[in-house]
């Protein structure tokens, strides 16, 4: 629903006039907040620095180290570790995306509190398509009909304004005061 099916005819033919050029987003909960997005980018930054960090320092080791055995050993043990830790940051990072996706998606099917249903997940075995999770509609059905409380009907509610209890009817009543406005 945009801003002027929201607003009625009337009313966005006043507010247009005053907004000129300018364009107005009704939030309806799928934005993401700036804030948010720039704290994970940063932190993947972080990690891809890591990252970096520790394959330059392995590829000087390893050039230092070509003719020591015991060396060797410790470079080889260091050279697991890293292995190991680049693999569950690369876990972690792939998990993060994860989490936006079905966040994002979660709160475009009208969840009300997306972070609660996650835990209903398991984010290993989630699988992207693109932005996606993949499957999506398999996954989700049966937690909307779990929850269903978490998953309200999108209402629109208010009254009519041409039905409205107080519309004024200008041939009734005194309405003297207005000859005065000039």
């Known amino acids: 629903m945009d801003l002027k099916e929201l607003l ?61 055995e015991e060396l060797k050993k410790k470079y080889d043990v260091l050279q697991t570790e890293n292995k190991t830790q680049l693999e569950a940051k690369d876990k972690q990072i792939a998990n993060i995306v994860k989490k936006t996706a079905l966040t994002k998606t979660l709160t475009e099917k009208g969840a009300k509190y997306p972070d609660l249903l996650m835990k209903e997940f398991d984010i290993d075995t989630l699988e992207l398509d693109g932005e996606n999770v993949k499957n999506f509609e398999s996954l989700f059905t049966p937690l909307a009909e779990k929850y269903k409380d978490m998953f309200p009907e999108k209402k629109i509610e208010g009254k009519d304004p041409a039905k409205g209890k107080e519309a004024i ?14």
């Open 8 to 68: 009625g005819k009337e009313l966005w033919e006043s507010v247009k006039e005053k907004l000129g050029d300018k364009k107005l987003i009704i939030n309806d909960g799928s934005y993401l907040p700036k804030a948010k997005i720039d704290e994970k980018i940063d932190e993947i930054k972080l990690l891809k620095e890591k990252v970096d960090s520790l394959e330059k320092t392995s590829k000087e080791t390893e050039t230092l180290l070509k003719d020591n």
């Open 169 to 182: 009817d200008p041939t009734k009543g005194d309405f003297a005061w207005m000859d005065n406005i000039k």
